[in-house]
């Protein structure tokens, strides 16, 4: 029984002609780079120096924070995220708690993600965000700060899926 016979008409395409696309971006699109070099994928490893990693992986918390319970607010405030940083946007959920309030949720890239949960009772939000690629994800922090203006913010950077420069 040969690959064609197990397939659908469609996915028959996709895999012979390499036609099909999909409605959503793609993690392997390609964007060209500023020197005009082979194109790299989004999610391409990051290289500085003699550093290569896979993403930055920004965890940083909100204290003193206000409007922690908007979820129009807060997919408002992530969408503006994924523009400034540079990234490409698959899918938003937010979960709205109720009666008590707080907000849960994930914007899911093509580069990786960003994730939020807060406690609007403490003005506490938890947010995280890791990029890779030529993705910006540091940009994201003013954007949050902006919308939920905390008093105290602690942010924490790791370098993820580090290959050299430990």
């Keep these: ?28 699109q390609l964007r060209t780079t500023e020197t005009g070099q082979q ?26 924070a206000s409007k922690l319970d908007e979820i129009s607010l807060m997919d408002t405030a992530l969408r503006e995220c994924v523009a400034v940083c540079h990234a490409t946007l698959l899918h938003i959920h937010l979960h709205h708690f109720t009666p008590n309030g707080g907000i849960s949720g994930v914007a899911v890239l093509a580069e990786s993600h960003i994730s939020v949960h807060t406690w609007p009772e403490l003005n506490y939000a938890a947010f995280d965000v890791f990029m890779c690629g030529d993705a910006k994800p540091h940009l994201s922090v003013a954007v949050l700060e902006k919308a939920f203006s905390p008093e105290k913010v602690d942010i924490k950077t790791l370098k993820r899926g580090q290959l050299s420069g430990k």
């Design 1 to 28: 029984m040969g690959l064609s016979s197990t397939l659908s008409a469609r996915e028959e395409i996709r895999v012979e002609k390499n036609t099909y696309h999909s409605p959503w971006p793609s993690s392997c």
């Design 39 to 64: 194109p790299l994928p989004l999610d391409h490893f990051i290289v500085e120096n003699d550093d290569v990693y896979a993403g930055r992986h920004l965890i940083f918390d909100f204290w003193g």
